[in-house]
């Protein structure tokens, strides 16, 4: 019986790699551009939906090796 929250299409960042779901206190999830973290042209929240995006890259069907974060 769970409750997912809805979401607003995010458009292309549904489908890209950059993009990061983010949930807020209020039960809806914004989607965050992580490309921002490295490239402030691109805005951490991007108005929703993205029709077009130069950042665009599609994510991987498979894991991909990433350089993770750092942990510990
Ligand atoms: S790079 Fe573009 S398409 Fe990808 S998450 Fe960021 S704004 Fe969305």
């Known amino acids: 019986m769970g409750r997912t929250p809805s979401r607003q299409s995010a458009?292309?960042?549904d489908s890209c790699r950059h993009q990061k779901?983010?949930?807020n206190t209020r039960g809806s999830v914004f989607s965050l551009c992580e490309r921002s973290r490295t490239e402030p042209?691109?805005?951490r929240y991007p108005r929703l939906p993205v029709a077009a995006c130069p950042g665009f890259e599609p994510r991987q069907?498979?894991?991909s090796p990433k350089?993770?974060?750092p942990t510990g």
Do not use: I, K, T, Y
């Open 11 to 13: 458009g292309l960042c």
């Open 61 to 63: 069907s498979h894991p």
């Open 67 to 69: 350089p993770g974060p």
């Open 21 to 23: 779901l983010v949930p």
């Open 41 to 43: 042209d691109f805005p």
